[in-house]
């Protein structure tokens, strides 16, 4: 069976900090959405595994986030935390079309 997708706009691109965090509300889903230094978006579930810390608070560098409760380096591109450390959050696709950032998310 095929999950279905939905492509939901949650900014322009100009009116994304760069590398800093945003939080955005889809439904149930609350996602941090970064733009990053080279200009590539990435969208993560917005709360740490560890002791679910704001994500989109958290100091970015590179593709990474880091965890604003307890330093926890989180992978933009694929979630996976940091080791020693472990965990993982959801990833999500994002596109950018015309300036307008999009981020792809289950659909009903």
């Known amino acids: 069976m095929e999950k279905l997708l939905s492509k939901v706009f949650v900014s322009r691109l100009e009116d994304l900090p760069e590398k800093l965090g945003k939080t955005v509300i889809i439904g149930e ?7 990053l230094e080279e200009g590539k978006v990435r ?3 917005n709360r740490c595994p560890h002791k679910g810390g ?3 608070e958290g100091m970015v ?3 990474h986030v880091f965890c604003p409760m307890h330093d926890w380096k989180i ?3 694929s979630g996976k935390v940091q080791e020693p450390d472990t965990g993982c959050v959801q990833t999500y696709e994002t596109e950018v079309k015309n300036n307008e950032v999009y981020v792809i998310v289950p659909g009903k």
């Open 29 to 35: 889903l609350e996602l941090a959405v970064f733009k």
């Open 43 to 45: 969208a993560i579930e």
């Open 54 to 56: 704001v994500l989109a």
């Open 61 to 63: 560098s590179g593709e």
């Open 75 to 77: 992978s933009t591109r």
